[in-house]
């Protein structure tokens, strides 16, 4: 048996519950909570056995949203009955305050797309699709579509997250290695070559210098470092960091190219996402200029819709404007001729994300024998440096 994290909507309480529930599967948790008449929203396994759930983010999270609701539309619910029953649960959270946005435009008569948009909480692409289906009628359709896209996106930041935490945690660790050898070790090796009369190498010198220089001014070095990490955090916190970063990597062009892959694959999936939907290409463009890609996207799609609107080939305005490759522009030529366009802008859109995954793998697999060689060396130089009068002392007494 094993114990699990369950959240149901309950149609006799018509409301939404969190337990925690002890079963030998789960399958056999959904198969039982099936039979009771619930309306499994989230299932997870409780490892730690704890009292009550985990805590869901403050953050407003779209992709729960989409599959929660999805969920419930598909139990048979009305577009209004799911957010009524979402916004019930989420009293006192920021949840709560786009569910009651959300139902009082559509109070006011507006559809939900506009609701979604006027909340500011939903990104474009969704917002397209649910446009799309007000439409076709078929809103499951557009959540579901919209969280294939959604784990496409996570799945390659995910990756360039997890590959990028073994590096800063190294660099960090050496850092912090060093700062203690020079504050603390070397200080104390100081005093021993007070009253050495023989010559000590210049690198020991200016080593010692450079640790007597740190260790006269450690409150000045503590309070510098928890500036620049309270820094640094209020950078990641504002969006300012990854802004940075992406300028960093706009400047280098290997990693410009592979960032390209990146952009892209975001860019050609919510094409086929909203191709599929009914939008026309030009309509699928605008709406990804807001995707907030980069200055060099934004430009290339706006360069792209000005020539599909003087009657330019996709794949040939496509090319001019800097959104492909050769492979791409090739597979948009052969949706053109084919006719299955959608099925062409997700093939485009899964190269995409290959290429800018194994690029993380590989890149992965270089840097960090490297960065860890590169820390050996910096840290092994100082104990080195350190030692070398030892050394000569040595060589003295023989």
């Known amino acids: 048996m094993a114990m699990y994290g369950l959240r149901y909507y309950d ?6 519950v969190d337990s925690r529930v002890e079963a030998p599967s789960e399958q056999a948790l959904r198969t ?36 929660e609701l999805a969920t419930l539309l598909k139990a048979g619910m009305t577009a209004v009955e799911a957010l009524e029953t979402l916004a019930a ?43 799309t289906s007000e439409r076709t009628g078929t809103l499951t359709g ?46 104390r090796f100081s005093r021993m070559y007070v009253d050495f009369h023989g010559a000590v190498s210049v690198p020991t010198r200016v080593l010692m210098m450079l640790s007597e220089a740190l260790h006269d001014q450690v409150p000045v070095v503590m309070a510098a470092g928890v500036g620049l990490l309270l820094l640094v955090a209020w950078m990641f916190r504002k969006g300012l960091a990854w802004k940075m970063m992406a300028r960093l990597v706009e400047v280098i062009p290997p990693l410009r190219n592979q960032w390209n892959h990146f952009r892209r694959a975001k860019l050609y999936q919510a094409l086929a996402l909203m191709f599929r939907g009914g939008y026309t290409l030009d309509e699928a463009l605008a709406v990804s200029a807001e995707m907030g890609l980069g200055t060099s996207v934004d430009t290339g799609i706006a360069r792209a819709r000005g020539e599909i609107a003087q009657g330019r080939a996709v794949a040939s305005a496509f090319g001019e404007a800097g959104l492909t490759d050769e492979v791409t522009r090739r597979l948009l030529g052969v949706g053109e001729r084919s006719g299955s366009f959608d099925t062409v802008l997700q093939a485009i859109a899964d190269r995409c994300a290959g290429e800018f995954a194994t690029f993380v793998e590989r890149a992965m697999r270089v840097v960090e024998p490297l960065l860890l060689l590169l820390v050996a060396l910096v840290v092994g130089g100082i104990v080195v440096t350190m030692y070398m009068p ?6 003295g007494v023989r």
């Open 89 to 131: 649960q989420a009293r006192g959270t920021e949840r709560e305050i786009v569910h009651t946005g959300l139902l009082r435009s559509l109070q006011q008569g507006h559809r939900l797309s506009r609701a979604m948009q006027r909340s500011g909480a939903f990104p474009a692409v969704l917002i397209a699709g649910v446009t």
């Open 390 to 395: 030892i050394f000569d002392i040595a060589n």
């Open 11 to 16: 149609p006799v309480q018509r409301a939404v």
């Open 142 to 187: 557009a959540l579901e579509d919209y969280l294939r896209y959604d784990e496409m996106v996570m799945r390659l930041s995910r990756q360039a997250i997890s590959a990028a935490i073994y590096p800063a945690v190294v660099a960090l660790l050496g850092f912090l290695v060093a700062l203690f050898l020079l504050l603390y070790v070397i200080p």
């Open 32 to 67: 039982d909570s099936a039979v009771a008449g619930r309306i499994v929203l989230q299932l997870r396994h409780d490892s730690k056995a704890s009292l009550v759930l985990a805590p869901r983010p403050s953050r407003f999270a779209v992709a729960t949203w989409c599959r």
